[in-house]
Nanobody, 126 residues
Framework: VQLQASGGGLVQAGGSLRLSCAAS????????MAWFRQAPGKEREFVAS????????YYDDSVKGRFTISRDNHKRVAYLQMNSLKPEDTAVYYC????????????????????WGQGTLVTVSS
């Protein structure tokens, strides 16, 4: 599967952005999807993940209650709705895909994901 992330940009603190991750190639619904981010000078970190059906989601504590991950299997797109953005959310955001069985929970571990998008930059100004 090939992934293309988009939707990043510059936003003021307290604002919102929605990131999209468009997939092509093998059936999108075979994959759990996740978003990770990498801030300048820091390691890449987990943000959110969603199961194949979309029924299960997981979030890092730093974004819980502000970010929402979702997916549209018919459109082959995963989303990350980001509200109440903070300057510390500034990072390059990457979407990733992990082929799992239907009943499996989506991983929060970077090493579980085999396919990655190119990243989209989110900058939050104070």
């Amino acid at each position: 599967v090939q992934l293309q992330a988009s939707g990043g940009g510059l936003v003021q603190a307290g604002g919102s952005l929605r990131l999209s991750c468009a997939a092509s190639g093998r059936s999108f619904n075979l994959y759990a999807m996740a978003w990770f981010r990498q801030a300048p000078g820091k390691e890449r970190e987990f943000v959110a993940s969603i199961s194949r059906s979309g029924s299960s989601t997981y979030y890092d504590d730093s974004v819980k209650g502000r970010f929402t991950i979702s997916r549209d299997n018919h459109k082959r797109v995963a989303y990350l709705q980001m509200n109440s953005l903070k300057p510390e959310d500034t990072a390059v955001y990457y979407c990733a895909a992990d082929q799992i069985i239907m009943s499996a929970m989506p991983s929060q571990e970077e090493r579980s994901y085999d396919y990655w998008g190119q990243g989209t930059l989110v900058t939050v100004s104070s």
